[in-house]
């Protein structure tokens, strides 16, 4: 079935430091993939997306890069900032079949920025 | 408007209460959800409505009672709960295109709930 791995954590950084949040995914088919970001006591809010093989999503200095080849979508910052501390959750959808519309979440990742 | 709209946004109820959330978007979607978190866990499905229909049923137990009245609204029916349901209920949406689905979720903020 259609499922996303991602890496464990927390993971803690110094502003400025250089991020990789670590995502693969697998699927059937030609799934979507997603970036949210979740503050706390707040909702998901979708980060950054990709539909495609070699697409690139990008949004606020945040990249991931979708590789059929190697089924990943990982995340990358430059130079993150305490503002970025937040979960951060890798995310497929199915593009057909009886799963069609679901989102299938991988466990999250909490990232915390120390000035 | 990118917006979907849950009320209330706290809500604490008595076991043998009955209390319903609500949801609302005025995007267009045809495709709506909700699903439930439990701290430091990431969303679960519980139920989806294409074209206002039930189209998604995670076997959640019959406590928890969905109804779509149109395409731009969404209830979630409490009753009976337990302590153990105690969580955020996200509510998203997202478009529906002929057969596809545009599958960019848009999700709420939610609605804490605690059960006593």
């Known amino acids: 079935g259609d499922s996303v791995t991602q890496m464990e954590g927390p993971v803690t950084l110094s502003e400025e430091a250089f991020l990789t949040i670590n995502c693969t995914y697998t699927?059937?088919?030609?799934?979507?993939l997603f970036w949210y970001v979740q503050y706390p006591g707040e909702g998901l809010q979708l980060l950054l997306k990709?539909?495609?093989?070699?697409d690139k999503g990008s949004n606020k200095g945040f990249e991931a890069t979708y590789r059929k080849e190697t089924t990943s979508f990982h995340l990358e910052k430059g130079s993150v900032q305490v503002s970025d501390s937040a979960v951060y959750f890798c995310?497929?959808?199915?593009?057909?079949?009886?799963?069609?519309?679901?989102?299938?979440f991988g466990r999250g990742t909490q990232l915390t920025v120390w000035p | 408007d990118t917006e979907v709209t849950q009320t209330p946004k706290h809500l604490v109820m008595g076991m043998t209460n009955k209390k319903s959330l609500k949801c609302e978007q005025h995007?267009?979607?045809?495709?709506m959800y909700w699903y439930k978190q439990k701290a430091k866990k990431p969303p679960e499905l519980m139920f989806v409505?294409?074209?206002?229909?039930?189209?998604i049923n995670e076997s959640v137990p019959s406590r928890f009672s969905p109804e779509c009245p149109n395409s731009s609204l969404l209830n979630l029916h409490l009753h009976a709960l337990q302590p153990e349901d105690s969580a955020l209920y996200l509510c998203?949406?997202?478009?529906?295109?002929?057969?596809?689905?545009?599958?960019?979720?848009?999700f709420g903020q939610g609605t804490r709930l605690t059960v006593v």
């Open positions: 998203a949406s997202s478009l529906l295109t002929d057969a596809r689905v545009n599958t960019e979720a848009f």
């Open positions: 699927a059937t088919g030609y799934p979507s």
């Open positions: 995310a497929l959808s199915a593009d057909r079949g009886s799963t069609l519309g679901r989102l299938y």
């Open positions: 995007m267009g979607h045809r495709a």
């Open positions: 990709a539909t495609k093989a070699d």
């Open positions: 409505y294409s074209y206002e229909k039930l189209s």
